[in-house]
């Protein structure tokens, strides 16, 4: 299955609170979508890896998706090396993906940083005929290098380089971050609190949304960073 867009993340959650908006109206047009994992979320406060699969298959529903994957990495301890780089490289030539969304390029949790990093390595190794990768059946993979790499904005207030208008999609982002019952906020739960499960971050997501779209002048958007220039033809297809 060959994707518009593949979006990666070190955590399952990663990419509901970060670009869901923009992969639930990318989906709604019609595009395929991709989400690959990194790891289970395994060294989460809350809830267990059982109860994260089961609410990142929800969420990808919720999204319309058309496939999610987790690489099974070990959360907090994974490193940018061969031997991971070429998991995600035959993600990326598994489902040849136009576009890749990451990780954050910085943030409050480690696995972030390294999650961008090791997957902006991995697109650029992927585009390397010399790399050798084999599929599930065995065959051997074609070299992908996606056309472009973005990364989403996450816990710190980064200043993106481009903003995309997602109004009319930040209630089915919401609802995707709801599918993670175990780690947002719920007042009926009784595990420790941690940062992300009071009721102020789970406003956040919103009042971001909202603050970006004011700021381009629309209802609601999500920002990205980028690893090169973005482009246009001409001053009038800015909005």
Not at 87 to 99: D, G
Not at 157 to 170: F, K, N, Q, S, Y
Not at 229 to 236: E, M, R
């Amino acid at each position: 299955m060959k994707l518009d867009i593949l979006a990666i993340g070190a955590h399952p959650d990663d990419i509901e609170l970060s670009c869901a908006g923009v992969l639930a109206k990318e989906a709604a047009a019609g595009k395929k979508i991709g989400i690959v994992d990194l790891t289970r979320g395994e060294l989460g406060t809350r809830g267990t890896p059982e109860i994260r699969d089961q609410e990142a298959t929800k969420a990808a529903k919720i999204l319309g998706v058309a496939v999610r994957e987790n690489l099974g990495f070990a959360d907090g301890f994974f490193v940018n090396d061969k031997q991971h780089q070429l998991e995600i490289v035959k993600m990326i030539r598994k489902y040849q993906p136009e576009i890749v969304i990451c990780n954050a390029v910085e943030d409050r949790h480690p696995d972030h940083a390294k999650g961008s990093d090791l997957t902006s390595v991995s697109c650029f190794l992927s585009g390397l005929r010399k790399i050798e990768t084999l599929d599930d059946q065995g065959v051997n993979q074609e070299q992908w290098r996606p056309k472009n790499v973005y990364h989403y904005i996450q816990w710190k207030d980064l200043v993106p380089d481009i903003v995309v208008d997602i109004t009319g999609h930040l209630e089915t982002k919401m609802d995707a971050v709801k599918a993670y019952k175990s780690q947002f906020f719920d007042p009926d739960n009784n595990e420790p609190a941690t940062p992300i499960s009071s009721n102020n971050f789970f406003e956040s997501i919103r009042y971001r949304a909202a603050n970006l779209g004011r700021l381009i002048g629309t209802d609601h958007a999500e920002g990205f960073t980028t690893e090169r220039y973005p482009a246009v033809d001409s001053l009038f297809d800015l909005k």
